[in-house]
């Protein structure tokens, strides 16, 4: 099964992805697969608040910044992936990423890679479309290739939600059915 | 009128053509795409508004979820174009939330 969640800047979007894999994978193994490359304080403080959040609930940390195709995940396993707006900006812009042209198809076959591997897929990602349209063209084509993937992994999910105050609202499925 | 709203990118014209069932390159004819870029330079948004209802559906973006612009031209665009789709809401018989692709009903029905 595989289960989008989306939502804006500390929406709470994070705390309610970890819950709900947890919630659905008490025998499986618990993968973290984290896409935010580590440089600077902000990163190192995030990544710190997000290991406290998962701490004791039995995750093995992956990271995996590009190339999400070729990540080595367990047969089995129960993945949460976080999140599609780091792995977008990797791919498009990082030299090691399939840039602007390659970037849509490396998430989105990444994704169907893991699908095929995992038993649960917990995707978080990020909505940032709904705050102006007057950007620059980099921008643009950004919120372009963000926009298409999450069209993309929404159509390949069994449920999609959108966390606001920590609270989810479903467009596909529901919370309560396993 | 279907009034089609969600964030950038989202999905909204493909939604357009799903509940019109037409194609593309139908879809101008019968469909006013991405209309808050009208906003912007309109002095009268209720006669827009009036205008664009006859349409059998109009697209627009929802843009008023990040920080205020700091340039007063832009932040009385986005101003406009929250307001037009306020405007064309009240004049539409369906309004749909587009999010990741996935339509959801906010008013009327689709079928």
């Known amino acids: 099964m595989t289960i989008l969640v989306s939502g804006g800047a500390a929406s709470g979007k994070s705390a309610y992805a970890e819950k709900l894999l947890c919630a659905l994978s008490e025998d499986s193994p618990r993968i973290y697969l984290a896409t935010m490359k580590p440089g600077g304080a902000e990163a190192a403080d995030r990544i710190a608040r997000h290991r406290a959040l998962r701490a004791g609930r039995g995750f093995r940390t992956l990271e995996c910044f590009c190339g999400l195709a070729s990540a080595k995940v367990p047969p089995d396993s129960a993945v949460l992936l976080e999140d599609i707006g780091n792995l977008c900006a990797n791919e498009m812009f990082d030299p090691a990423g399939s840039g602007p042209d390659g970037a849509a198809d490396a998430v989105v076959d990444g994704v169907k890679e893991l699908q095929k591997r995992c038993r649960l897929l917990v995707i978080v990602t990020n909505e940032v479309g709904a705050g102006g349209a007057n950007w620059e063209s980099g921008t643009l084509r950004y919120l372009r290739l963000l926009g298409e993937v999450n069209q993309r992994l929404a159509a390949l999910s069994d449920r999609v939600c959108e966390v606001v105050c920590g609270l989810a609202e479903y467009y596909r499925g529901e919370e309560a059915q396993k | ?111």
Do not use: N, W
């Open chain 2, 1 to 111: 009128m279907i009034l089609i709203t969600g964030p950038l990118y989202s999905g909204k014209r493909h939604v357009a053509m799903q509940l019109l069932r037409c194609r593309e390159e139908e879809l101008e004819a019968r469909c006013a795409c991405d209309v808050h870029a009208l906003a912007a330079e309109c002095e009268d948004l209720e006669a827009l508004a009036d205008e664009l209802a006859q349409f059998d559906a109009v697209t627009i973006a929802e843009l008023g979820s990040g920080i205020i612009p700091l340039d007063p031209a832009e932040r009385a665009a986005r101003e406009r174009a929250g307001r037009l789709a306020c405007l064309l809401a009240e004049r539409a018989d369906t309004v749909v939330r587009v999010f990741c692709g996935i339509p959801k009903l906010l008013k009327g029905d689709t079928r």
